[in-house]
């Protein structure tokens, strides 16, 4: 069974175990981000038939809120918060940088999808402000200097993997 | 079925009005005009674009006419001093959110948000105009949106879904970056629910939604949502 398949397979449960409701739409796009990775519109689609919702409701839920992914995220996650200790300490230069030096705006991909740049409303990491998480590692007190060698960092230790 | 009445004053005239009815329904009904974008006799009430806010006596609140149910002897103020204020407040927030220019627009002297900012006396705009730039869709064979004149009131969108049923238009995203979409997005060609026929554009208080080489005046139908209605209701 190919793994679009299984993917399936398990959608299919979480809406059976919501006995195909509409209120639980937002339940469902939770689990079916979750186990697809983004929500792209095959699938919204697919959400939108089983429910027997209307597809422009569905997208309308699935964009308000900005937890949920449209696009697929790249291999590395770069996240910037946006919170206001952030701010203040000057995150702002910090992500300009970093779409400057790799080519990516905030909320997309790089064309070849190896890096996502997205922003956060607060961490809650405040007190060590500017906060940028670069994949899973959190980096405090943050310059665009550290900030673009990490960046350098992981999207080049791929390429050492790959040789 | 017996209808209870409640007695209430609105603008100081006692009225009364059968139980459950909203403030700006009850105050049309009695001769007292509120002014809104959004509300559409027809289509449910949406509360969106707060023209219709009033005071209510006991309570420092403002309260947006087109949702709030009458209470008993509630006194109601439709027109104070600080409601023009605010009134006129919210048009110029309209006017600035995205691009009204009225001499070239479609829906220029046919536009109920420019009635509006005439009739409360809007001649500026204080805040800072955003001037968006959304690309056109005019893709469908007669049917263009232009979202750079969008107010949100939702009308395209509670006309679509209750009164023709399929429900083709929603919201997405939110705040500033809201826009009416089509289907997921899709340009309206595409639309795979659509059925063209055309009651967005008429009931579209501006000229977001409008019908390519129709006289504007022609196309516009405040009246159609509440005529199919009454139509249904018949039967």
Request: net charge neutral; hydrophobic share 35%; aromatic share 4%.
């Amino acid at each position: 069974m190919s793994k679009e398949d299984k993917r399936r397979i398990m959608l299919e449960k979480v809406l059976k175990e919501h006995n195909y409701q509409e209120s639980a739409l937002l339940e469902i796009l939770h689990r079916a981000q979750e186990i697809y990775g983004y929500l792209d519109k095959d699938l919204l689609m697919d959400i939108s038939g089983s429910l027997n919702i209307p597809p422009s409701h569905v997208f309308g839920v699935a964009t308000f809120y900005s937890f949920f992914k449209l696009r697929k995220p790249g291999e590395h996650v770069v996240t910037g918060c946006l919170g206001t200790a952030c701010y203040v300490k000057g995150v702002e230069k910090i992500m300009e940088a970093v779409e400057q030096e790799f080519n990516v705006k905030r909320g997309h991909s790089t064309p070849d999808g190896r890096l996502s740049l997205l922003v956060t409303r607060c961490i809650g990491a405040c007190a060590m402000a500017p906060t940028i998480v670069v994949d899973d590692e959190v980096i405090g007190k943050a310059t665009k200097e550290i900030v673009i060698q990490k960046i350098k960092d992981v999207l080049g230790g791929d390429k050492a993997e790959n040789r | 079925m017996s209808v209870n009445l409640l007695k209430l004053k609105i603008d100081g005239v006692e009225v009364s009005v059968p139980e459950g009815t909203m403030i700006l329904k009850a105050a049309k009904d009695n001769g007292i005009i509120i002014p809104t974008l959004c509300n559409l006799e027809g289509l449910a009430p949406y509360g969106g674009c707060r023209l219709c806010l009033v005071e209510i006596s006991g309570s420092p609140k403002l309260f947006p006419a087109c949702i709030t149910p009458v209470g008993p002897n509630m006194e109601i103020t439709t027109n104070s001093d600080r409601l023009k204020e605010y009134r006129k407040m919210v048009v110029q927030m309209l006017l600035a959110e995205r691009t009204h220019i009225c001499s070239v627009c479609v829906a220029n002297d046919h536009c109920e948000l420019q009635a509006m900012a005439n009739q409360l006396g809007v001649d500026h705009v204080m805040f800072e105009r955003k001037f968006t730039q959304e690309p056109i869709d005019s893709t469908h064979d007669f049917l263009v949106i232009d979202r750079n004149r969008c107010i949100l009131c939702t009308r395209c969108i509670r006309i679509c879904d209750q009164i023709e049923g399929v429900h083709t238009l929603d919201l997405k995203l939110r705040g500033k970056d809201s826009e009416v979409i089509m289907d997921l997005d899709e340009h309206w060609a595409n639309s795979c629910s659509c059925t063209s026929c055309r009651k967005c554009a008429k009931v579209c208080p501006v000229g977001a939604i409008y019908i390519e080489g129709e006289p504007i005046g022609h196309t516009k139908n405040k009246e159609i949502a509440a005529f199919i209605r009454d139509r249904r209701n018949r039967r």
